[in-house]
């Protein structure tokens, strides 16, 4: 299967800066997804990156918020603006198979804001 | 996810069988996944079920019954290293993209 990478693994910010999240598959994938995780909570999408287009973001997400781009097959950025407290969390970048029957999830970035 | 439902924690005995149950609400089945994440770590697939039935795969199996909205997984010949947050995750809504439980949290002890 594909190896995925993400970068940062961690990093420490202060309120109201940026930090911007890079994510490398090996190979090429035609969905690629952006996760959060909060301490002690499950997985929650942030949104669909696609290549060519807009990103597609879930309910409770905005774009100016977490700008995505994805400007290949193999690569995308979520980028964490104006960062407060509560953006806190693990976040993780995902891609899925062609048939849609698997997952795969890059290593994490664990942002913690002070 | 609010429509997928698994205990929060269970606990068991080294060498013994555990049974972790999710229950399931969506519109426009798609499949059923399964995942284990150590502490620290990100999620690693386990499996995928799409018909009725148990998929087995080596020590895990997985157990779907989609007239019921209900699946499980079981763990045979639990390892200390199994201790883990197991994920049920359920496309909803027609999607094909995973909506993912709580989690349950899996203590093995010797």
């Known amino acids: 299967s594909a190896v995925i990478s993400q970068k940062p693994s961690r990093d420490i910010c202060q309120r109201g800066t940026s930090l911007t999240i890079q994510c490398q598959v090996d190979?090429?994938?035609?969905?690629m997804f952006w996760y959060r995780q909060q301490p002690g909570q499950s997985l929650t999408l942030i949104a669909t990156?696609?290549?060519?287009?807009?990103?597609?973001?879930e309910s409770g997400f905005v774009i100016d918020k977490f700008p995505i781009s994805r400007p290949n097959l193999t690569f995308s950025t979520l980028t964490v603006s104006n960062m407060s407290p509560e953006d806190s969390s693990i976040y993780l970048c995902?891609?899925?198979?062609?048939?849609?029957?698997?997952?795969?999830f890059g290593p994490g970035t664990r942002l913690t804001v002070l | 996810g609010q429509n997928i439902d698994q205990p929060t924690e269970m606990t068991a005995t080294e060498g013994a069988i555990v049974q972790i149950n999710c229950t399931y609400q969506?519109?426009?089945?798609?499949?059923l996944f399964w995942y284990q994440q150590h502490a620290g770590e990100a999620p690693t697939f386990l499996s995928y079920?799409?018909?009725?039935g148990l998929e087995e795969k080596g020590r895990f199996s997985s157990f779907l019954s989609r007239s019921k909205g209900y699946s499980y997984l079981l763990l045979k010949e639990l390892q200390m290293k199994d201790s883990a947050s197991y994920l049920c995750?359920?496309?909803?809504?027609?999607?094909?993209?995973?909506?993912f439980g709580r989690g349950t949290s899996l203590i093995v002890h010797p």
């Open positions: 995902s891609f899925s198979g062609e048939s849609y029957n698997e997952q795969f």
């Open positions: 190979s090429q994938v035609t969905m």
């Open positions: 990156a696609n290549q060519g287009s807009e990103a597609t973001y």
């Open positions: 969506t519109s426009g089945f798609n499949g």
């Open positions: 079920n799409v018909l009725d």
């Open positions: 995750a359920v496309p909803t809504g027609g999607s094909y993209i995973p909506t």
